[in-house]
């Protein structure tokens, strides 16, 4: 029944999709120029519905909810480009491929309206993926495309048969970028599940301490310490009452005293990503507030703290003064002790959704976190070494071909670390099989050509992509790389990956990249 429901998805997104390509390739040159007419007014609509849907609502914590359309907002800036340079803004629009699913024609494209069995249980797996040689025609003269840079890596899997349609170079290992962020992510949602929320908790210390306990979430905000902050200080004013008459406590204080601390003991080893003091990551630690940004930036490159944990444990004790409490002293670092006391917890959104966080907008706070996750589930040291290796070791696990494969952190930033092509599809793969649902994230955060995250100014050409690829991007200096999933126009779904080193030409590369993505989405290639 699982299986059933995941092909009348996959088959309710793909047939619209096909008829409208069917009916582009026979329109005439004067067909063409009125519909292009026709979507500039419906461009228009749309913009003014999303802007009432940005208003209105609703909103899961700033971020979509997997597999349901949410408007979404204009950003100030994307965690994509780690490098400076000038983007073009683009237009913004519900979850595009969500919304393809509106209508429900036959496995074969026809539009006798006709549904059930036949439709669900064959679809596009009656229809003959692409040939290894039309891929290759269709492919290889983009793979060219001197902006690549001296080194060029692909691979394209057909997701229904699992067959390697066209490969360059696919086992190469080479710099990864923020596409490794796909790996995280399905290391992460494997070792966690996708429903586990990350604790940040208080409990009392040694004397009158109260520790404030960092478990790894780097999304705490400051309306989030608020609300602990406040639970915290009423299980110290109920424990007050029970210890005295009238609200006092024992020694005659009129309200709670209390010193703070804070434990970071959940990560080892040093704080300082390999790339150094950078705007794209505060340091690594687990317990920071609003990812130790010090601006009201919710993504993307911003100025950090370069004491996220200190600076979380002193807002922390001013919450706790406001809120009735006595604070003495300065907050210091210090472990909670075995089995504390707990005082209040805060738990942050489930793994399927900080997943989708961090791949939509490449947040590189969130990918370090959830590598170390990982580490954490597996039992191996949570610093950057051993959060790479249980990254790398949880894929293995999985049965992906991790050979070659040097996994350093989880966000990517790190250009030591080097992932082949093949690596890539097979992650895409894997979060595509209907048996391991548990991944699906690792697909539903993929950005959309031409409408979000780090693909929202990409693909300005609505004939080239727009709406059509998914996919991860990948941006260092010297670096381009893009890895995600098409319907193709015979209705297949597809997964890719693209990398390249040695580009000089960071603008030129990504269209080059994004010329192979969208060739992929717009041809059957027999």
């Given at each position: 029944?699982?299986?059933?429901?995941?092909?009348v998805?996959?088959e309710?997104?793909?047939?619209?999709?096909?008829?409208?390509?069917?009916?582009?390739r026979?329109a005439?040159?004067?067909?063409?120029?009125?519909?292009?007419?026709?979507?500039?007014?419906?461009?228009?609509?749309l913009?003014?519905?999303?802007?009432?849907?940005?208003?209105?609502?609703?909103?899961?914590?700033?971020?979509?909810?997997?597999?349901?359309?949410?408007?979404?907002?204009?950003?100030?800036?994307?965690g994509?480009?780690?490098?400076?340079?000038?983007v073009?803004?683009a237009?913004?629009?519900?979850?595009?491929?969500?919304?393809?699913?509106?209508?429900?024609?036959?496995?074969?494209?026809?539009?006798?309206?006709?549904?059930?069995?036949?439709?669900?249980?064959?679809?596009?797996?009656?229809?003959?993926?692409?040939?290894?040689?039309?891929?290759?025609?269709?492919?290889?003269?983009?793979?060219?495309?001197?902006?690549?840079?001296?080194?060029?890596?692909a691979?394209?899997?057909?997701?229904?048969s699992?067959?390697?349609?066209?490969a360059a170079?696919?086992?190469?290992?080479?710099?990864?970028?923020?596409?490794?962020?796909?790996?995280?992510?399905?290391?992460?949602?494997?070792?966690?599940?996708?429903?586990?929320?990350?604790?940040?908790?208080?409990?009392?210390?040694?004397?009158?301490?109260?520790?404030?306990?960092?478990?790894?979430?780097?999304?705490v905000?400051?309306?989030?310490?608020?609300?602990?902050?406040?639970?915290?200080?009423?299980?110290?004013?109920?424990?007050?009452?029970?210890?005295?008459?009238?609200?006092?406590?024992?020694?005659?204080?009129a309200?709670?005293?209390?010193?703070?601390?804070y434990?970071?003991?959940?990560y080892?080893?040093?704080?300082?990503?390999?790339?150094?003091?950078?705007?794209?990551?505060?340091?690594?630690?687990?317990?920071?507030v609003?990812?130790?940004?010090?601006?009201?930036?919710?993504?993307?490159?911003?100025?950090?703290?370069?004491?996220p944990?200190?600076?979380?444990?002193?807002?922390?004790?001013?919450r706790?003064?406001?809120?009735?409490?006595?604070?003495?002293?300065?907050?210091?670092?210090?472990?909670?002790?075995a089995?504390?006391?707990?005082?209040?917890?805060?738990?942050?959104?489930?793994?399927?959704?900080?997943?989708e966080?961090?791949?939509?907008?490449?947040?590189?706070d969130?990918?370090?976190?959830?590598?170390r996750?990982?580490?954490?589930?597996?039992?191996?040291?949570?610093?950057?070494?051993?959060?790479?290796?249980?990254?790398r070791?949880?894929?293995?696990?999985?049965?992906?071909?991790?050979k070659?494969?040097?996994?350093?952190?989880?966000s990517?930033?790190?250009?030591?670390g080097?992932?082949?092509?093949?690596?890539?599809?097979?992650?895409?793969?894997?979060?595509?099989?209907?048996?391991?649902?548990?991944?699906?994230?690792?697909?539903?955060?993929?950005?959309?050509?031409?409408?979000?995250?780090?693909?929202?100014?990409?693909?300005?050409?609505?004939?080239?992509?727009?709406g059509?690829?998914?996919a991860k991007?990948?941006?260092?200096?010297?670096?381009?790389t893009?890895?995600?999933?098409?319907?193709?126009?015979?209705?297949?779904?597809?997964?890719?990956?693209?990398?390249?080193t040695?580009?000089?030409d960071?603008?030129?590369?990504?269209?080059?990249?994004?010329?192979?993505?969208?060739?992929?989405?717009n041809?059957g290639?027999?």
């Amino acid at each position: 029944m699982r299986d059933r429901a995941i092909r009348v998805t996959a088959e309710a997104v793909r047939r619209p999709v096909r008829r409208v390509r069917r009916h582009w390739r026979t329109a005439t040159p004067q067909q063409r120029q009125t519909w292009r007419l026709a979507a500039g007014s419906a461009a228009a609509g749309l913009a003014v519905a999303v802007t009432v849907v940005a208003v209105a609502g609703p909103w899961d914590q700033g971020q979509r909810t997997a597999e349901r359309t949410r408007a979404v907002a204009r950003d100030a800036g994307s965690g994509g480009n780690h490098t400076p340079g000038d983007v073009r803004p683009a237009p913004r629009a519900p979850g595009v491929l969500t919304a393809l699913g509106g209508d429900g024609g036959s496995g074969d494209g026809s539009d006798d309206g006709s549904d059930g069995d036949e439709a669900a249980g064959n679809g596009a797996d009656n229809v003959p993926p692409p040939t290894p040689d039309g891929l290759a025609d269709a492919l290889r003269p983009l793979l060219k495309d001197p902006a690549l840079g001296p080194v060029r890596s692909a691979s394209v899997l057909d997701v229904g048969s699992g067959q390697q349609l066209f490969a360059a170079d696919p086992t190469r290992a080479v710099t990864p970028a923020s596409t490794v962020k796909l790996a995280t992510a399905v290391a992460a949602l494997s070792a966690r599940g996708a429903d586990h929320r990350i604790a940040t908790r208080t409990v009392r210390g040694d004397g009158d301490s109260v520790v404030l306990v960092g478990g790894g979430d780097p999304t705490v905000t400051a309306e989030d310490l608020d609300r602990l902050a406040a639970a915290t200080a009423e299980s110290l004013k109920s424990a007050a009452e029970e210890d005295g008459e009238d609200g006092a406590r024992k020694d005659g204080a009129a309200r709670p005293e209390v010193s703070v601390r804070y434990d970071t003991s959940r990560y080892t080893g040093t704080t300082r990503h390999p790339l150094g003091p950078n705007e794209n990551l505060a340091p690594v630690t687990p317990l920071m507030v609003d990812e130790g940004r010090l601006d009201d930036s919710t993504h993307g490159p911003a100025p950090r703290s370069t004491d996220p944990a200190g600076d979380a444990a002193e807002a922390f004790a001013d919450r706790l003064a406001k809120e009735g409490v006595e604070v003495t002293g300065e907050p210091r670092k210090a472990e909670a002790p075995a089995k504390a006391e707990q005082l209040a917890v805060h738990r942050s959104a489930p793994t399927s959704s900080l997943v989708e966080r961090m791949l939509t907008h490449s947040d590189n706070d969130i990918g370090e976190a959830l590598a170390r996750q990982t580490a954490l589930a597996d039992g191996a040291p949570a610093d950057f070494d051993g959060a790479g290796d249980a990254v790398r070791d949880r894929l293995a696990k999985l049965g992906l071909p991790v050979k070659g494969a040097k996994i350093v952190d989880g966000s990517g930033l790190d250009r030591t670390g080097k992932v082949p092509a093949e690596l890539l599809t097979r992650v895409l793969a894997l979060a595509a099989d209907p048996d391991r649902p548990e991944l699906r994230p690792a697909l539903t955060g993929l950005p959309v050509a031409g409408f979000s995250g780090t693909l929202d100014r990409r693909y300005a050409d609505a004939e080239r992509g727009a709406g059509l690829v998914r996919a991860k991007t990948g941006t260092l200096t010297g670096v381009n790389t893009l890895a995600g999933s098409v319907v193709d126009a015979d209705g297949r779904l597809l997964v890719f990956a693209f990398m390249t080193t040695g580009t000089t030409d960071r603008e030129g590369a990504q269209k080059a990249l994004d010329k192979l993505a969208s060739s992929l989405a717009n041809c059957g290639c027999r």
